[in-house]
């Protein structure tokens, strides 16, 4: 099915690696023209290198989500390079770094033990990242009156995840974030969604977690148990090329998870 991405300029965030990769590289193939963003600019270039490869455009671009004044020069960059910016894909995010270490041991830390000092990382990246390229982009959006925002959620924001607290707290941020704008824009023909995704291992990132310590967790997730397996990027990729496409003209203000049947939200 032709998704109609061909020359569609999009910008994904945290697209170096993982999901975000999988991401820019389902949109290049769909025909889209892709910046590729990270924090690493090594990270952008390999990725903007495989798209290449394949005979399609895309740029990198360096810029810190937490920092206003990187994420407006970004698009700007984008649009002096492309024209314009059809989709935004807000990609980045991180998990609490009170929990990093512990996660791999399959246990994170309770509110009562965190500090403020713990929070702000994971808010300033998660919801303020947001915040900060939407904002970047959005006029540009309006003023050509068309536009795609995909915004990268997680079901700890949908139902909430014990010793996850502030993560979850940014990721239903970005949920009420998300209708408020999709109301706000509609007009404009832009189109505001989220994608929520469950647990989704890779080697070599923080989510990387030992092989018995995943089949523990099967139980948690319905098709887990019917495929062997739990989520990959390329599902998170999917359901993002269809929200960025024309195929989705008609959503707004909604969220889909992605998430092997982890949470089964009304």
């Not at 399959?106 to 990242?129: M, R, Y």
């Not at 970047?136 to 996850?164: C, F, H, T």
Request: aromatic share 8%; proline share 2%.
């Amino acid at each position: 099915m032709d998704l109609l991405l061909k020359d569609k300029v999009v910008l994904v965030t945290g697209a170096g690696r993982h999901i975000g990769r999988e991401i820019a590289l389902t949109l290049s193939q769909e025909g889209a023209k892709v910046v590729v963003n990270d924090y690493f600019a090594d990270r952008a270039k390999a990725v903007v290198d495989e798209i290449t490869a394949m005979g399609r455009e895309a740029i990198g671009i360096q810029a810190d989500v937490r920092k206003e004044s990187e994420v407006t020069a970004m698009a700007q960059k984008a649009v002096d390079q492309f024209g314009r910016v059809d989709i935004l894909v807000n990609n980045a995010g991180v998990l609490p770094e009170a929990v990093l270490s512990e996660m791999i041991e399959g246990l994170g830390a309770t509110f009562a033990s965190t500090e403020k000092k713990h929070w702000d990382g994971t808010i300033d990246v998660n919801l303020f990242g947001v915040l900060n390229c939407t904002r970047a982009v959005i006029n540009y959006m309006i003023q050509q009156k068309y536009g795609k925002i995909v915004n990268i959620i997680s079901d700890a924001g949908r139902v909430g995840e014990p010793r996850l607290t502030t993560y979850s707290a940014a990721k239903a941020g970005i949920v009420g974030f998300s209708k408020a704008l999709a109301k706000e824009v509609a007009r404009y023909r832009v189109n505001v969604n989220c994608v929520s995704v469950g647990a989704t291992p890779q080697k070599g990132t923080i989510t990387e977690i030992a092989d018995e310590k995943l089949k523990d967790w099967f139980r948690m997730y319905p098709l887990a148990r019917g495929w062997d397996r739990l989520g990959v990027p390329s599902d998170i990729a999917n359901a993002v090329a269809f929200f960025a496409s024309d195929m989705s003209t008609w959503v707004t203000g909604q969220v889909l998870s992605v998430n092997g049947g982890y949470s089964m939200v009304d």
